[in-house]
């Protein structure tokens, strides 16, 4: 059984994903980890990568890439918006992807894959495929309190303005853009608490697994 969640920064996926997997036995990929090791290696060879410096860091990801420190800095974030609207940094992470979804680590009989074209591009025939999102001022405030606990400094209107420039970004580039599947269903996260996220998601896997 594969389950593809999508949708933009901070809607809450990466939690929903863990959750899911744990409870139905799944093996889980979080595939912004991806881009993310790739603009991390890119940034590591130059201060501000271009095109060619992304194109091969992607040619060269190296396992343990995706468990680096500092993936998750607004600056990688946004190098790995820049990084994943090229075509030849989107090809040479999709076969990972497939390959995990076909073939799931630790002999598991499953994956759920979270990203922005799982559902669209990586995994297009996923059993169960949900679109989580929530407002951009929800996210944004959910991402300042990851950010607090973390003991960095987060001032709100910049964080906002870092999900909004992110969200256009991802939302309009020519390849993959961030959008729903036609056979997604729409999960708003914004007045939900993480339990009530994790119950709704189970019931659409429950009822599309069933169908
Ligand atoms: O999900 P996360 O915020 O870690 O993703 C970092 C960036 O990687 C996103 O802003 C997006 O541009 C890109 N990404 C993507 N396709 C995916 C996962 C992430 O383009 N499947």
Same mark, same amino acid.
């Given at each position: 059984?594969?389950?593809?969640?999508?949708?933009?920064?901070?809607?809450?996926?990466?939690?929903? +994903?863990?959750? $899911?997997?744990?409870? $139905?036995?799944?093996?889980?990929?979080?595939?912004? $980890?991806?881009?993310? +090791?790739? #603009? +991390?290696?890119?940034?590591?060879? &130059?201060?501000?990568?271009?095109?060619?410096?992304?194109?091969?860091?992607?040619?060269?990801?190296?396992?343990?890439?995706?468990?680096?420190?500092? %993936?998750?800095?607004?600056?990688?974030?946004?190098?790995?918006?820049?990084?994943? #609207?090229?075509?030849?940094?989107?090809?040479?992470?999709?076969?990972?992807?497939?390959?995990?979804?076909?073939?799931?680590?630790?002999?598991?009989?499953?994956?759920?894959?979270?990203?922005?074209?799982? @559902? &669209?591009?990586?995994?297009?025939?996923?059993?169960?495929?949900?679109?989580?999102?929530?407002?951009?001022?929800?996210?944004?405030?959910?991402?300042?309190?990851? $950010?607090?606990?973390?003991?960095?400094?987060?001032?709100?209107?910049?964080?906002?303005?870092?999900?909004?420039?992110?969200?256009?970004?991802?939302?309009?580039?020519?390849? #993959?853009? %961030?959008?729903?599947?036609?056979?997604?269903?729409? %999960?708003?996260?914004?007045? %939900? &608490?993480?339990?009530?996220?994790?119950?709704?998601?189970?019931?659409?896997?429950?009822?599309?697994?069933? @169908?």
């Amino acid at each position: 059984m594969i389950i593809a969640l999508d949708g933009p920064a901070a809607a809450g996926k990466g939690t929903l +994903a863990k959750r $899911l997997a744990a409870a $139905l036995d799944l093996a889980h990929l979080d595939s912004g $980890l991806l881009y993310r +090791a790739t #603009a +991390a290696v890119a940034l590591e060879r &130059t201060v501000a990568p271009g095109d060619a410096e992304f194109i091969d860091a992607s040619g060269s990801l190296q396992p343990g890439d995706s468990a680096r420190n500092g %993936l998750h800095s607004n600056a990688v974030a946004t190098a790995a918006s820049k990084a994943a #609207a090229l075509p030849e940094v989107r090809a040479a992470l999709l076969a990972f992807q497939q390959n995990f979804a076909r073939t799931p680590p630790g002999g598991k009989a499953g994956a759920v894959l979270d990203g922005r074209d799982i @559902g &669209t591009v990586v995994c297009p025939d996923a059993a169960v495929k949900i679109f989580v999102t929530a407002s951009a001022e929800v996210r944004a405030k959910r991402r300042c309190l990851e $950010l607090q606990e973390r003991g960095e400094d987060a001032i709100y209107q910049r964080v906002l303005q870092h999900v909004r420039e992110r969200d256009r970004s991802d939302e309009t580039r020519p390849v #993959a853009p %961030l959008k729903p599947a036609s056979d997604a269903v729409l %999960l708003d996260t914004s007045a %939900l &608490t993480p339990d009530e996220v994790f119950e709704k998601a189970m019931a659409i896997v429950r009822s599309r697994s069933a @169908g």
